[in-house]
């Protein structure tokens, strides 16, 4: 699949939430866990990915608005999941992009529940329910996103 701007916003959200995630357990550690070497390896490269995908993302937006590259990337959809929340209300590409930061960080946050050991198959079943429609959320926002670009790349053309 080609990227395209809902796809590296996504991935620039994930990063941003490893980094998170890499900053609190370095907090947590003292000065002489041997671990915290490597931690703090892993958070350079994060932050380095970081970087690049906040470059890429740059380079993208001003290329698509020249209409030099792809903004959309039909897909199709072969199931029709109701236990999500619809996204015909978003309409400014800021909003899309932070509803999208907020899924990922919900969707994080059940994987991290479904993981524990201490739970019954059935709850397990219903965070597993969970998050399929929490990742049709986030898929769905991708798709937002780069609906608006498109949106707005249309309009520079005719005006």
């Known amino acids: 699949m080609a990227e395209t701007l809902g ?11 490893r980094l998170w995630h890499l900053d609190e357990i370095l907090e947590q550690s003292n000065g002489s866990d041997p671990k ?3 931690l703090e ?7 380095k990915q970081s970087q690049d995908l906040m470059d890429e993302i740059n380079g993208y937006f001003a290329l698509a608005l020249e209409g030099k590259v792809k903004i959309r990337d039909e897909k199709v959809k072969l199931y029709d999941n109701k236990n999500v929340r619809s996204t015909d209300a978003i309409k400014a590409l800021g909003l899309a992009v932070s509803e999208l930061a907020m899924t990922n960080i919900r969707c994080w946050h059940l994987e991290d529940e479904v993981r524990r050991t201490d739970l019954p198959d059935a ?8 998050i ?5 959320e986030r ?9 608006i670009l498109w949106n707005e790349a249309e309009k520079k053309k005719k005006g």
């Open 123 to 130: 709850k397990i079943v219903q965070i597993k329910r969970k």
């Open 139 to 147: 898929n769905d926002l991708m798709d937002k996103i780069d609906e």
């Open 132 to 136: 399929d429609a929490t990742n049709q």
């Open 7 to 17: 796809s590296l916003v996504d991935k620039l959200s994930i990063k941003n939430l």
């Open 36 to 38: 915290r070497k490597e």
């Open 41 to 47: 390896a892993k958070r350079e490269l994060v932050l």
